[in-house]
């Protein structure tokens, strides 16, 4: 199993190249979850997301090298065998 952290530094600038990456491998996200808020009432300018990969290796690092070519993103990796 794969898990992937990406931390946006600057949503306003970065969300729409990553939403693309994401978009086109969406088939391999079992599980996405993504966090931006301040409070209730106010969002953050950077945000996190969280995604669980089900692809072969070389899918996976399709999504991995997409996402490593986006300036303003730091992708991190944990991979745990079953």
Do not use: P
Not at 7 to 36: C, M, N, P, W, Y
Not at 46 to 68: F, Q, V
């Amino acid at each position: 199993m794969l898990i992937v952290g990406i931390f946006v530094k600057d949503r306003i600038k970065e969300a729409g190249k990553t939403q693309q990456a994401l978009s086109a491998h969406r088939s391999i996200i079992r599980t996405r979850l993504g966090f931006h808020e301040v409070n209730e009432s106010k969002c953050s300018r950077n945000g996190l997301i969280i995604l669980e990969l089900k692809g072969s290796d070389s899918e996976n690092n399709a999504l991995i090298s997409a996402l490593a070519e986006i300036g303003g993103i730091d992708v991190k990796l944990m991979k745990f065998n079953k």
